[in-house]
């Protein structure tokens, strides 16, 4: 049996579900979400619902991150604190759009997977390469192509705002970088502990998502937002290729 056959098979244990109220369909995978496919009328305004939730899920984690590590040093707590701000302003935003262009709150399934991982890590330096360094950094990633095709419609407005939360996804990286850089550089053991987290995600994001949903990403990676978050040019380039073959592998399909 392949190690990947194994990661699939073998279920993780996630944190508590965060508390929703009765407008919200919760569902525990992917598959179960209403993954509308490309050209559907109704695709654009589920993925602005499914996105404001998945920014909810980040004003959470890093409200937990706070109350979990109090004795965080102050500067640190600071960028979390700036963090969660800047999540609560995406939740508003994302609700504007969904409900500008007709949606409402609850009107589709919604995945809480970000919070009962990140959550479930129990140490600082883990919990920030999970959230900042992994899922952020997608974030980074995904949301150039939002603001290119904003503008290539001519919706400035639009592009504007993905423009203003790539900047804050930007500073949520880069200020976890520096911290994992600089806890490494004097208890060499942390990196361990980053290790052990990601591969928790990893497993834990697999069973959520499934392949389906994993292989469906194509979108490339941010190479100057990666940049100014911190990454080396090495690690950038690490990414890139990884990326570059999933996609070389979806486009020859199965063997």
């Known amino acids: 049996m392949s190690g990947q056959r194994e990661k699939e098979e073998i279920p993780v244990t996630f944190a508590p579900a965060p508390a929703r109220d009765a407008r919200f369909d919760v569902k525990e995978r992917w598959i179960e979400c209403n993954n509308l496919p490309p050209g559907d009328p109704g695709r654009a305004i589920e993925f ?48 504007e759009l969904l409900e500008r262009g007709g949606g409402r709150v609850g009107q589709s399934p919604v995945l809480n997977f970000q919070y009962r991982i990140i959550a479930h890590v ?19 990633d995904a949301v150039e192509p939002e603001i290119l095709s904003a503008r290539a419609r001519g919706d400035g407005h639009l592009a504007e705002l993905y423009d203003a939360q790539l900047a804050d996804e930007i500073c949520h990286v880069r200020y976890a970088n520096r911290y994992i850089a600089e806890v490494a550089s004097r208890d060499p053991a942390s990196v361990m502990r980053v290790g052990r987290a990601l591969d928790y995600a990893s497993r834990a994001f697999l069973q959520v998502m499934g392949r389906e949903a994993i292989d469906s990403v194509n979108y490339p990676v941010n190479r100057t937002g990666r940049l100014e978050a911190g990454f080396s040019p090495e690690e950038i380039e690490h990414s890139s290729k990884l990326r570059s073959a999933k996609t070389a592998s979806r486009s020859r399909g199965p063997v």
């Open 122 to 140: 129990d140490n600082l330096v883990g919990r920030l390469a999970v959230q900042n360094r992994s899922f952020e950094a997608e974030g980074v």
């Open 48 to 95: 602005l619902h499914r996105q404001m939730n998945e920014e909810i899920n980040g004003m959470e984690c890093a409200a937990r991150t706070l109350v979990d590590f109090p004795d965080t040093a102050w500067d640190l707590r600071m960028c979390i604190a700036r963090q969660c701000y800047d999540e609560a302003r995406h939740v508003e935003m994302f609700r």
